[in-house]
């Protein structure tokens, strides 16, 4: 199985990016997709995630109103669309793929997955 999560960058406060995170390997539309974020010193922590068909996603109190996930599954590919970008979003953002449903809350932890990509790094600066 291969994540192969791409599109971070250096951009200003108050920008845009896009990230994808393009799947091999498994099943894709099996699977729940999730992003998660490290910044530098701090725990990864959980940002969004989609379930299988993509008719139900969750996100970070912290990112709500400003970030979008979606999918395509005929293109193995999930998305994150990153608006209104914060220097607090400055972090490696990785994808990753699990079983977990969006029905509890264990899609929101990092044991919820079981497989991750490399990591895309997002730095916004103020």
């Known amino acids: 199985v291969q994540l192969q999560a791409s599109g971070g960058g250096l951009v200003q406060a108050g920008g845009s990016l896009r990230l994808s995170c393009a799947a091999s390997g498994l099943t894709f539309s099996s699977y729940t997709m999730g992003w998660f974020r490290q910044a530098p010193g701090k725990e990864r922590e959980f940002v969004a995630a989609?379930?299988?068909?993509?008719?139900?996603?969750d996100y970070a109190d912290s990112v709500k109103g400003r970030f979008t996930i979606s999918r395509d599954n005929a293109k193995n590919t999930v998305y994150l669309q990153m608006n209104s970008l914060k220097p607090e979003d400055t972090a490696i953002h990785y994808c990753?793929?699990?079983?977990?449903?969006?029905?509890?809350?264990?899609?929101?932890?990092?044991?919820?997955?079981?497989?991750w990509g490399q990591g895309t790094l997002v730095t916004v600066s103020s």
């Open positions: 990753a793929a699990g079983r977990a449903r969006l029905s509890g809350r264990y899609h929101q932890n990092n044991g919820g997955y079981s497989y």
């Open positions: 989609i379930s299988e068909s993509g008719d139900s996603t």
